[in-house]
């Protein structure tokens, strides 16, 4: 199964663009879907969007759609978020996870990378 490692968070100021990437290492099955959580500060984590991997069908929470869009490149083993016109409230821990059929808390999850987004 995958391991997962998420790149690209990092301070930006409010109305930035931010691309995070979430690469996998290892075999992503035609069947499985990877997906973004986020988790704030003092929050619980929460849903961001998913995408399968063998039709590329995305799925967003609706609070990101429109702002935030998913992607994947299968020859690059690699889930991107880019996230548009990012606010304060978007400051969190950014996760990715994989689901190959049990749910995404089987796992296996990312170790996050952190999103800070000034004022």
């Known amino acids: 199964q995958a391991q997962l490692a998420e790149y690209g968070g990092r301070l930006v100021q409010a109305g930035d663009s931010l691309r995070l990437s979430c690469v996998a290492s290892?075999?992503?099955?035609?069947?499985?879907?990877i997906g973004w959580f986020r988790q704030a500060p003092g929050k619980e984590r929460e849903f961001v969007a998913s995408v399968s991997w063998r039709n590329y069908r995305r799925n967003y929470a609706d609070f990101f759609k429109g702002r935030f869009t998913i992607s994947r490149d299968a020859a690059k083993n690699t889930v991107y978020l880019q996230m548009n016109n990012l606010q304060p409230e978007d400051t969190a821990d950014y996760y990715c996870?994989?689901?190959?059929?049990?749910?995404?808390?089987?796992?296996?999850w990312g170790q996050g990378t952190h999103v800070t987004v000034s004022s």
């Open positions: 290892g075999v992503v099955y035609a069947n499985d879907v």
């Open positions: 996870a994989l689901d190959g059929g049990g749910g995404f808390h089987n796992g296996p």
